[in-house]
RNA sequence: CGGGGCGUAGCGCAGCCUGGUAGCGCAUCUGGUUUGGGACCAGAGGGUCGCAAGUUCGAAUCUUGCCGCCCCGACCA
C-alpha cells in the first residue's frame, strides 16, 4: 500500500475524550473514529489489525474443530421469550420495532438462536459433537461505555456454541476450547490466563475467564505468578486425545477473577512471594452451562439407547474488537503502538526521506515491489513530507519493520533497517536488506 | 443510574465572570527556501460559537429547556 493512497489521518495530538494509552494510541494512529457514545468507525489501520485477529482466532477454533458460519445480528424477540430471558436482560438489550410492530433486538448474543438452528437440523446423538461459530457485530447498551474499543456498545465477538450428547463429551470439548483459548491469545503474543470465574447472565456452573494483566484492568484478579510460565500447547496438540493433563496443569496453579476469590485456599495454596494480586482485561469467556437453554427451548437429541434428552451445551467467546485494546495495552512505548508481528497491519514501512529524488524513488519502488512480491504487505510512504514527521508517524502505528531509504545512504550504496520492537537499526546494502525482510523471515 | 464536568475551524485550546467586528497553536492550500528523527519564510482558505426559546438596541458571553460527549462510582465481553 502507498500511503499517498490510503487514509491515515494521524494526530500529533492526543484528543481529549482519551484517558487510557491503547485508547489514545488507537486514536492517534488513525485505526477508529468514535460516532457515538461506545461506538467507532474502524478506519483503514484499525481495520486490516481487526481483520489479523480474526483470521488467528478463525485458524484456531477450526484447528479445534469449530465449523464456522454467521448468524444475524436482528433476533425476534419471541425467540428470547422461549429462553426466559426476554425479560430478564434488562436495558442493556437493545430493543426496536419493525414497521410491522414486530418486536426485534439487536443480538447481544446468540445462545437462543443457535438453539433453535440446532434444534432445526440435528436430531441423533451420532451428529455430534458440533461446535459452531461465528464473528459478529454484538450491542450492550452499557450504561458507561469507556476506554475505547476496550468497553464500547458496539463490539465484535467470536461467540462459538458446543453440543454435546452428555455431560461428559461436553467437558471434553470444554477441554479443546480451553486449548484453543490458550493459543488463539498466544499467537496474538499475550499471556491470557484463564481464571476460574462466575458464569454470570449467561448461567451455567462451569466457566473460566481468560485475562490479560494490565494496570488499566476493569478486574481485579489473584493468581500464582507460577501461572505465567505454563507452556502453551503446540500447533500440533492432539485434540483428538486426552488433553486432561494441560488442563489440569494450569487449573492446579491458583488464578481467579474477585468474584470468585477464595482468599483462604489462595493463602493456603500459593507461596508468599508468588502471590499476584493485580488488575485484568477479560478478553474471553468459557462457558459450560448443560441444559439451561436446550431444556426450555426443547433441543433434545436422540441417544444410542433410544431416548431423547437436551443437549448439552457450552459457549466460549472473544473479544476480537477489545482484543486491539489489550494488545495495545500490552505492547507500546513512549513513540507508539509496538503491534506483535502476526497482528502488525503492515509487515514493514519502507520510507522515503527524499521523495522526488531519482534515484531514492526508484530504490523505494523497488524494495516496494520486492516486499510486496515475498507477501511481506509493505507499506510505502511514498509522501514528500519533511522533517521526522514521517519517522514519528512510522513508530506511531508500531510496523514491526522500518525501511529507511535516503539519499545520502544510498550515495554509499546502504540504507537502514530498523526494528520497532528492540529499537535496533543496521546500516546495510537494499539487496541485504531485502533478503534480510524476504519471505519466511521475521 | 447517582455525583461532577465539557460542547467555540479537522485536532488541541483561549474568549464567557464584566454582552458590542470570532481568536491562538497544530493541520490544510498556494508560492518560495529546504531535506537524515514531529522543517523555515510569506500568503490564503476554513466557524449557523451543540440546538431551541427567552432577556436586550445588540448574545459565543446572561436565563430556561433539550441534545451530545467525558470523568468518578455502581453495573458489564
Known amino acids: 500500500m502507498r500511503l499517498s493512497r490510503f487514509l491515515l489521518p494521524v494526530l500529533k495530538e492526543t484528543p481529549a475524550e482519551a484517558q487510557i494509552v491503547s485508547h489514545r494510541l488507537m ?26 485477529i480474526e483470521q488467528i482466532v478463525r485458524e ?44 426485534l433486538l439487536y443480538g447481544p448474543t446468540n445462545e437462543e438462536m443457535i438453539t433453535e438452528i440446532f434444534r432445526a437440523y440435528v436430531k441423533s446423538y451420532k451428529s455430534l459433537p458440533l461446535n459452531l461459530y461465528h464473528m459478529q457485530w454484538k450491542f450492550r447498551d452499557e450504561q458507561r461505555p469507556r476506554f475505547g474499543v476496550m468497553r464500547g456498545r458496539e463490539f465484535l465477538m467470536k461467540d462459538a456454541y458446543s453440543f454435546d450428547v452428555d455431560e461428559a463429551a461436553a467437558k471434553r ?16 503474543g499475550l499471556r491470557a490466563i484463564p481464571m476460574r470465574a462466575e458464569t454470570g447472565p449467561i448461567g451455567g456452573d462451569l466457566s473460566h475467564e481468560l485475562i490479560v494483566l494490565a494496570e488499566t484492568g476493569e478486574s481485579v484478579v489473584f493468581c500464582d505468578k507460577r501461572v505465567l510460565d505454563l507452556p502453551i500447547p503446540d500447533a500440533d496438540v492432539d485434540y483428538q486425545g486426552d488433553l486432561t ?22 493463602e493456603a495454596e500459593v507461596a508468599e512471594g508468588d502471590r499476584t494480586e493485580t488488575r485484568g482485561i477479560e478478553v474471553g469467556q468459557l462457558f459450560f452451562f448443560g ?16 431416548v431423547d434428552r437436551p443437549a448439552q451445551m457450552g459457549s466460549y467467546g472473544v473479544g476480537v474488537s477489545r482484543l486491539l485494546g489489550a494488545i495495545i495495552e500490552a505492547s507500546h512505548d513512549e513513540a507508539g503502538i509496538v503491534w506483535p508481528e ?24 523497488t524494495a516496494y515491489a520486492a516486499l510486496a512480491k515475498a507477501g511481506r504487505d509493505p507499506l510505502y510512504d511514498d509522501t514528500d513530507e519533511r522533517g521526522g514527521g514521517k519517522f514519528a508517524k512510522m513508530d506511531l502505528i508500531g510496523l514491526p519493520w522500518q525501511l529507511i531509504i535516503g539519499p545520502k545512504g544510498l550515495k554509499d550504496g546502504v540504507v537502514e533497517l530498523k526494528h520497532r520492537g528492540s529499537g535496533e537499526r543496521e546500516t546495510l546494502p537494499l539487496g541485504e536488506a531485502l533478503t534480510k525482510l524476504g519471505p519466511g523471515r521475521p
Not at 27 to 36: D, N, V, W
Not at 245 to 263: G, L, R
Open 27 to 52: 486514536l492517534r494512529a488513525g485505526m477508529i473514529r468514535q460516532e457515538a457514545a461506545g461506538i467507532y468507525a474502524w478506519l483503514p489501520l484499525g481495520f486490516r489489525v481487526l481483520k489479523k
Open 60 to 103: 484456531e477454533m477450526d484447528r479445534a474443530g469449530g465449523v464456522e458460519m454467521l448468524m444475524p445480528t436482528l433476533q425476534l424477540a419471541d425467540l428470547w421469550r422461549e429462553s426466559g430471558r426476554y425479560d430478564a436482560y434488562g436495558p442493556e438489550m437493545l430493543r426496536l420495532k419493525d414497521r410491522h410492530e414486530r418486536e
Open 173 to 188: 470439548t470444554y477441554q479443546r476450547m480451553f486449548v484453543a483459548y490458550l493459543r488463539i491469545y498466544s499467537r496474538m
Open 245 to 266: 493433563p494441560i488442563i489440569d496443569q494450569w487449573t492446579s496453579v491458583y488464578a481467579a477473577t474477585e468474584d470468585v476469590h477464595d482468599a483462604a485456599r489462595y
Open 291 to 306: 441444559d439451561k437453554y436446550s431444556a426450555p427451548m426443547k433441543a433434545t437429541i436422540t441417544g444410542p439407547d433410544g
Open 342 to 365: 502476526a497482528v502488525a497491519p503492515f509487515g514493514v514501512g519502507i520510507i522515503n526521506l527524499r521523495q522526488g529524488d531519482a534515484e531514492c524513488d526508484a530504490a523505494c519502488e
